[in-house]
């Protein structure tokens, strides 16, 4: 009884110091813009600065997660039929990526510098969901972690509209800036 007691002590001392070394970066302050601009005379573009993400650093883990409400457009009519039209927001308050950092073992956490990484995992915009891969860069830089990412989002796969492919460009073009604490 007393050997089954130790190595189970011995085992959770392990699994708490093994637990105890990843690290989990997260911000509520990051960025996305998108630009859809097509053909319309108006530019379709804006911004949310309240993303919310979190990033594991041993295993990779990436979740995003934005509130289509917090994107912010320079025309107040085109925020609501973004809003109303589009995403629905009101049955789909929420977008997110959950996924994975494939390469994260090519990222060393310890060392500034820039690292191109892939990530991969499931988009869900408007209630659809689609496994999705984007490229990017970490960028290690006094012990702060930001990835930042560029990557096109095919709109017919997300969200309904007559005008996607005509007046609304049939790809948005986004950006993904999160500075991670």
């Known amino acids: 009884m007393k050997k089954t ?9 392990f699994a708490t110091s093994a637990m105890s070394q990843q690290k989990v ?17 108006e530019a379709i573009k804006a911004v949310n600065n309240q993303v919310d993400s979190k990033l594991v650093d041993k295993t990779g883990q990436m979740v995003v997660s934005v509130l289509i409400k917090s994107f912010k457009f320079a ?6 039929h973004f ?5 629905e927001s009101t049955k789909f308050p929420k977008a997110d990526f959950k ?28 209630g659809r969901e689609k496994e999705m891969t984007f490229t990017g860069t970490a960028i290690i830089e006094k012990g702060k972690l930001t990835i930042k990412s560029n990557f096109n989002v095919p709109l017919n796969d997300f969200i309904r509209g007559s005008y996607i492919g005509t007046q609304i460009s049939a790809e948005a073009k986004a950006t993904l800036n999160c500075k991670y604490e």
């Open 5 to 13: 007691i130790l190595a189970l002590s011995i085992s959770a001392l």
């Open 25 to 41: 970066y997260s911000t509520k302050t990051g960025q996305i813009s998108f630009d859809a601009t097509g053909t319309c005379a």
């Open 75 to 80: 025309n107040a009519l085109m925020e609501d």
């Open 83 to 87: 809003n109303e039209n589009y995403m």
């Open 99 to 126: 996924g994975f950092i494939t390469n994260v073992s090519t990222v060393n956490f310890a060392k500034d510098g820039s690292y191109p990484v892939t990530a991969k995992g499931k988009l869900t915009i408007d």
